[in-house]
């Protein structure tokens, strides 16, 4: 049988679990909210004011930014520009790999 203090542990382990997801899916509804009008456009074959809807989002959003980017790419796709496309796909290629970089204090911490 569990104690108190132990079922206190155990709830505030549950509710804390409860709230990260909360806030994690959270801003993944966000984003989808945000597209959700351009990909509306895409799908009717509206591609310029898709692409529109897109780069004031990208503008707007930096924290999605790549996320935009990513879906620009394949707006230039589909309205033939692949010349476009590679360069923005090429672009936040480069960002990924910046962001995978090894930080000398994460390297430093690791040996502690």
Known sequence: ???ASQQRTI???VLFIVLLHLGVST???TYAKRVQAPRTAFFANDLVNCQ???EKLASS???DRDCFELDLSIVDLADGNSKSAEERL????KRFD???QDSVTEKAT???
């Open 98 to 100: 910046f962001l995978e």
């Open 11 to 13: 709830s505030a382990i």
């Open 61 to 63: 959003h930096r924290g």
């Open 110 to 112: 690791s040996y502690l």
């Open 90 to 93: 090429r672009k936040v290629q």
């Open 52 to 54: 529109q809807q897109l």
């Open 1 to 3: 049988m569990l104690v």
């Open 27 to 29: 801003g993944c509804a």
